[in-house]
């Protein structure tokens, strides 16, 4: 199958659900009236994530679905992989192929709910149909450099609203804005183009204040250190006073919106015990904490600092409870919340200042409203989902056709069924001359495969070893991409359940053994990096009781064969003598690969969660004038920028030394734009 584009994918995505809801019904509405299906097992595929194929396999007996069995293993870690279970239990309990879909699985659930649907139908005695393969090139469209366009020019205008301040966008920062500048005393009206507020995970970057002193981590991080590893992480291209702002600042803001939820509890370790109403309610958990045993970090060369934390509920959205309350405080603040509809045009007065916004009310017959504000503030999400300005700003991710899940809807859709993130801020702030940062940074740290990123031995198709495997999941992606086909192996032997413990305590790895006995009822049980020895038992793709059946079964012959066997005596070798000498990977971390059975993952390119680059900023969240040709760089009044569409925050990459920290920023400046748009500062 040939790479579909975006809009061709979410053609094919939304005709997949489509099919699937018409088989769910059509097969619903015949087991009511004839109650039968022929007694057998039916197994069905579907296209997944990046062309994985997902199957699923079903039997019945004469009246009901007695099993399902979900295979999900070609799926993304965290994006799927995992979920097989989930779908088997919601397929039973509906007796039917019409199941809810797993928020953040968005392409996974469409492809069982497909796959299921066909094994209905085949049970009923019914033709499957199969969608035709509608090759790329038949429908590709040339997508056009040009990705800015003509400001849109509005005739009639139904309304005009008169506020203080404006905000753009109803994810994290838009919240944080929405409620700092109401309780600023400004009047605050907040444009949303999707039907509800739009959060996801909940991991934050956290320096000292009363949570690290409450967990025993103050000044466990010193902030100028963080600050030079953000700043070298991003090639010094970002600004160094917004991020050291955030680094001294930060917990004031969080404080200020966990005053928002004064219920929450709290947790002193990562997988606390906690009660099912607790984490209903919603938890906040430190990570990683207490650290390994054998894990500090001033002793990495890529180190994950210790002061993250988690917020963990029952929620599909996670953190989706803070956003609630922090809505209700700026509510009760005075905020109006405007779902549904799409902020068009920025207005300005004859200085350049900008003095409002209109607004097109998608939810309510189209009707345009201006709104006239003596602030906006811009807080739009990234870009994803425009495939123009992901060419002009981030063309690797389109040139290596790396899976984009803001393109595919993953991330939320607005009331008109797009995806919510398409550079709507970029192209407001340009249409009025704001400069755009250069050098985005695609977020595309690699999570691995069932045993995560955890630094075992890694081959590529060639049979060659080609990196130090002790890197972060930025990193290891870019390698990835470097090698044959952009495909790699990861290789462990039955001994890795010893080796874990000495494993880095990164974003994505396995660091931490449970024992065996530890109950699982505990709500707060799951956490990536720990593992049961028994919970990863299938997590591998290959496996074989000598190296030679292990590369056989990996489909290595020839050449590649010798190399492949060659490569891990080699580096075998290098663990026996305590140095490598090829790749520099610390001695600790490595272990020989010699007692079977054998293991090996497959590892891809991951996929990019949003391509993070904004309008020019500041510490105060200040826009600027100006092109990458004129970069003049003057202030523009009246318009502020926060979250994904804040730019110099990060650039080239996105930096993976702090778990949260584009969450975390996102609260601190939505929480300072919000102050200086009330204050007009």
Request: hydrophobic share 35%.
């Amino acid at each position: 199958m040939k790479d579909l584009s975006r809009r061709s994918f979410l053609k094919g995505a939304a005709g997949a659900l489509g099919m699937a809801a018409i088989a769910a019904t059509g097969v619903s509405a015949i087991a009511e009236e004839k109650g039968t299906y022929t007694p057998g097992t039916y197994t069905a595929t579907a296209t997944g994530i990046g062309d994985g194929i997902v199957t699923v396999t079903m039997t019945f007996d004469a009246e009901s679905i007695t099993d399902v069995v979900v295979d999900t293993s070609t799926q993304t870690a965290g994006y799927g992989l995992e979920k097989s279970g989930d779908f088997k239990e919601a397929i039973m309990a509906a007796q039917s192929a019409d199941i809810d879909t797993i928020t953040g699985v968005t392409v996974t659930s469409t492809a069982v709910k497909t796959a299921a649907a066909a094994c209905i139908a085949q049970a009923r005695g019914e033709a499957v149909e199969v969608a035709p393969v509608v090759e790329a090139a038949a429908e590709e469209e040339e997508i056009s450099d040009d990705w800015l366009g003509e400001a849109p020019v509005f005739d009639t205008i139904d309304e005009t609203v008169d506020v203080d301040v404006v905000v753009v966008g109803a994810g994290l920062s838009g919240l944080a804005a929405a409620r700092a500048a109401a309780e600023a005393g400004a009047k605050v009206a907040v444009i949303e183009k999707s039907a509800s507020f739009n959060v996801r995970s909940g991991e934050f970057a956290l320096l000292n204040g009363p949570l690290n002193e409450r967990w025993g981590r103050t000044g466990i991080v010193d902030t100028d250190v963080a600050v030079n590893r953000l700043m070298r992480e991003c090639t010094y291209r970002n600004k160094r006073q917004i991020l050291r702002n955030w680094a001294v600042h930060g917990w004031e803001a969080m404080d200020w919106w966990l005053q928002a939820k004064p219920d929450l509890k709290i947790c002193d370790t990562t997988r606390e015990v906690v009660t099912q109403e607790e984490w209903d309610n919603g938890i906040l958990v430190p990570l990683a904490w207490p650290q390994p045993e054998h894990y500090d970090y001033t002793q990495e060369d890529f180190p994950t600092f210790p002061s993250s934390m988690e917020f963990r509920s029952s929620r599909s959205d996670q953190q989706g409870f803070m956003a609630e309350a922090n809505i209700k405080m700026a509510e009760d603040a005075g905020a109006e919340f405007h779902y549904g509809c799409f902020g068009e045009k920025l207005l300005q007065d004859e200085t350049g200042a900008v003095t409002g916004i209109i607004v097109r009310e998608a939810s309510n017959g189209n009707r345009i409203v201006q709104y006239n504000a003596k602030s906006v503030i811009l807080a739009t999400g990234d870009n994803s989902g425009d495939e123009r300005i992901m060419k002009h700003f981030a063309p690797e991710i389109v040139e290596k056709k790396i899976m984009n899940m803001g393109a595919m809807g993953m991330l939320g859709v607005d009331v008109e069924g797009n995806p919510i993130s398409r550079g709507d801020g970029l192209r407001l702030g340009a249409w009025i001359g704001a400069k755009v940062q250069d050098f985005h940074a695609p977020m595309t740290h690699h999570m691995g495969s069932g045993m995560g990123v955890t630094p075992f031995l890694q081959i590529n198709q060639r049979g060659e070893r080609f990196m130090n495997e002790c890197i972060p999941g930025q990193q290891l992606e870019n390698q990835i991409e470097l090698q044959p086909n952009q495909t790699t192996f990861q290789i462990y032997d039955s001994s890795w359940p010893e080796q874990i413990p000495y494993m880095p305590a990164n974003h994505g790895g396995l660091c931490y053994i449970i024992p065996e006995d530890e109950d699982e009822s505990n709500p707060n049980y799951t956490d990536r990096q720990y593992t049961k020895v028994s919970a990863k038992a299938n997590s591998y793709k290959y496996t074989g009781e000598t190296i030679d059946e292990l590369l056989t079964n990996m489909g290595f012959e020839g050449d590649a064969f010798e190399t492949a066997k060659a490569s891990i005596e080699r580096y075998n070798e290098l663990c026996r003598n305590g140095y490598d000498e090829d790749f520099g990977k610390p001695a600790g971390r490595m272990f020989a690969i010699e007692n079977g059975p054998f293991y090996a993952c497959e590892w891809g390119t991951t996929s990019m969660l949003v391509c993070v680059g904004g309008l020019e900023s500041d510490e105060n969240c200040h826009t600027f004038t100006g092109t990458a040709e004129n970069p003049t760089r003057d202030l523009i009044k009246g318009l502020y920028v926060c979250g994904n569409v804040q730019g110099s925050r990060y650039a080239v990459e996105y930096p993976i030394c702090f778990r949260g920290i584009s969450h975390s920023l996102c609260v601190y400046y939505g929480w300072i734009a919000g102050q200086n748009a009330a204050k007009g500062v």
